[in-house]
């Protein structure tokens, strides 16, 4: 167990461009989730896979974010046209299903994101 | 809307010392409640997941207590030391639909030797 690995730790770009967050999930897991935190809150939903199907969307994830899982393994979460308010962690998650939503998430390290 | 509280936003106490963290939440119908542990530029370890039926959960020297009916539940951190220092996060997943889990904002430890 590798753990939820996500790529890259930290992001600085300029506002108006586009970026592109990496997420890997424990292998066996078929549950993926995003997340942003703001520095002093906690984590907000965002979206969330089962398999490569993309079941729940937040309101938070506006027309600009997509986020993919296109073989339902890895998950791409893209950001165009970035505004000063995209700064914050983007966090992934993992989690088994099967029918036991009683299934603990476990999150990676975190991409932050920095809009200059 | 669920909302989710945890009180005090920040504490500091001396190695050595029991401590509880508060997380509130303002509807009852969870699913479960987790509490989790973020260190600082990190993300969150998860250390306790109290599932609706259950009163409490333990692990080590940590404590988790769930009262659905007064939206509350509370962390017990017994002897603390300075590696407990972190923010504390609670989150709970609604029963009814979705697997998004709700924080609270977060409780930041420090535990001073």
């Known amino acids: 167990d590798t753990g939820v690995s996500q790529d890259p730790r930290h992001k600085i770009t300029k506002r108006g461009q586009n970026v592109t967050f990496r997420c890997d999930p424990i292998?066996?897991?078929?549950?993926l989730y995003w997340y942003r935190q703001t520095l002093g809150q906690g984590p907000e939903f965002l979206t969330y896979?089962?398999?490569?199907?993309?079941?729940?969307k937040s309101r938070l994830l506006s027309d600009r974010f997509s986020a993919e899982r296109p073989k339902g393994s890895f998950s791409t979460l893209e950001i165009q046209r970035t505004e000063q308010g995209d700064s914050a962690m983007y966090l992934c998650?993992?989690?088994?299903?099967?029918?036991?939503?009683?299934?603990?998430?476990?999150f990676g390290d975190g991409t932050r994101l920095s809009i200059l | 809307k669920q909302e989710v509280t945890q009180i005090p936003a920040a504490l500091s106490v001396p190695e050595g010392e029991n401590l509880v963290l508060n997380c509130s939440f303002t509807?009852?119908?969870?699913?479960?409640l987790q509490w989790f542990r973020q260190d600082p530029g990190k993300g969150l370890t998860s250390l306790l997941l109290?599932?609706?039926?259950?009163r409490e959960q333990t692990s080590g020297r940590l404590n988790a207590s769930l009262d659905k009916s007064s939206g509350r539940s509370t962390l017990y951190i017994a002897a603390s030391q300075p590696g407990d220092s972190a923010t504390y996060l609670c989150?709970?997943?609604?029963?009814?639909?979705?697997?998004?889990?709700?924080f609270g904002g977060g409780t930041r430890l420090m535990v001073k030797p």
């Open positions: 292998s066996e897991h078929n549950r």
């Open positions: 109290i599932q609706s039926s259950q």
């Open positions: 509807d009852s119908a969870i699913y479960n």
């Open positions: 998650a993992s989690s088994l299903a099967g029918g036991y939503r009683n299934q603990p998430q476990h």
């Open positions: 989150a709970a997943l609604p029963s009814n639909a979705g697997n998004m889990l709700t």
């Open positions: 896979f089962q398999n490569e199907a993309q079941l729940e």
